[in-house]
């Protein structure tokens, strides 16, 4: 809608860059053109407003296959008005001069045209088709609305422009629709079900040989603890050898060494033996040859020294005495003895 305001008995329009504006004053124009900015008066000026800009028209509709199923077409309809000189010479694009609102609706009559034009070869198109060949022939029904719609001549005198032609979708009764959809879910499902057996069958590979590989590692380690087991035995038993033949050694050893020391004693024992009896031996000549050179010098001694001596010798054998006694009867007798010569002895 222009934009139209007020300056005393005048009225300014200002459109947009998207709309075609004819200003005509007793049925001659005297201005037209997009996106225009003019004063004018109300009260001679007739104006026009035709929007070129694409417009999406979208359209829903009913059609019968040949097997008589009821389909519904989703399509949509991109258009715009080519030529807006003939859009206003036939149809009625007229705004108020004073407020600048349409005065009719030409874009509801360029729609109608539009939906009545695509449905006719799209219901042509789908009444000699099965069911099952209308929902797949998507592509077929869109080049026959959109030739349809390209060659219609009613268009161009219009000067109506069409785009594109778009079918977004054939689609039966929702009845219908969840019937035919059964099998391909039922398929579908039958996929998800081989599929998540196949994914549980794959599970319980792997568990397999989680657990082969689990079992594998078992038997290893026992195998390897009982040859741990079997090397600990041979190095106890190993180490067992050394200390007995260490101690072996060191019996020997010891044995040895005792039996020198034993030997080195015995000898020893024997130098001494020997060395005392040797001592004896000189001891005993000595004394010999003591007491022989004591009786050769007592042999050329007198017997009364002789017998001094031998008195002298006891005396000194005796016991000490404290105290003697002697009688008249011991003096005399001695010095009798002491008087007498030796022939009287």
């Known amino acids: 809608m222009a934009d139209v305001s007020k300056r005393f008995f005048l009225r300014h329009l200002r459109s947009t860059p998207t709309n075609w504006v004819r200003h005509s004053v007793r049925g001659r124009a005297k201005r037209e053109g997009i996106g225009l900015a003019f004063w004018y008066r109300p ?52 705004i108020d001069p004073y407020l ?18 695509a449905q006719q070869p799209a219901l042509d198109l789908l009444t000699r088709l099965p069911l099952a060949e209308a929902l797949s022939e998507v592509a077929a029904v869109r080049e026959a609305v959109s030739a349809a719609l390209g060659a219609e001549p009613r268009l ?26 059964t099998p391909t879910r039922e398929a579908v499902q039958v996929e998800a079900d081989r599929a998540t057996f ?42 067992a050898e050394l200390v007995a033949a260490a101690q072996l050694v060191e019996a020997q050893g010891k044995a040895e060494r005792e039996k020198l020391l034993n030997a080195a004693e015995a000898e020893k024992e024997q130098l001494l033996a020997e060395a005392k009896a040797a001592g004896v031996r000189a ?63």
Not at 226 to 233: A, I, K, T
Not at 309 to 326: F, K
């Open 43 to 94: 009260l001679t000026a007739v104006l026009s407003e035709v929007p070129v800009d694409d417009r999406e028209l979208p359209l829903l509709f009913h059609a019968r296959t040949s097997d008589f199923t009821d389909v519904t077409v989703q399509a949509t309809v991109t258009y715009r008005v080519a030529d807006p000189a003939v859009a206003v010479g036939r149809l009625d694009f007229s």
């Open 100 to 117: 600048g609102t349409a005065r009719a609706r030409p874009l509801d009559q360029i729609a109608t045209l539009l939906a009545e034009l």
């Open 156 to 181: 161009t005198d219009l000067g109506v422009q069409v785009v594109s032609a778009r079918v977004v979708a054939i689609r039966p009764e929702p009845e219908l629709e969840r019937a035919l959809q």
């Open 198 to 239: 196949a994914r549980r069958a794959q599970a319980v590979e792997q568990e397999r040989g989680i657990a082969e590989n689990e079992l594998q590692n078992k038997i290893e380690l026992a195998r390897r603890e009982q040859q741990l087991v079997e090397q600990n035995g041979a190095n106890t038993r190993r180490k």
């Open 283 to 345: 001891l005993g000549v000595a004394q010999g040859e003591a007491e022989a050179a004591k009786l050769a010098a007592y042999r050329d001694l007198p017997p009364a020294v002789l017998q001094g001596l031998a008195l002298r010798e006891l005396a000194g054998q005796l016991p000490e005495i404290g105290q003697l006694t002697v009688t008249p009867d011991v003096v005399t007798g001695l010095l009798s003895r002491f008087g007498a010569g030796p022939s009287d002895r």
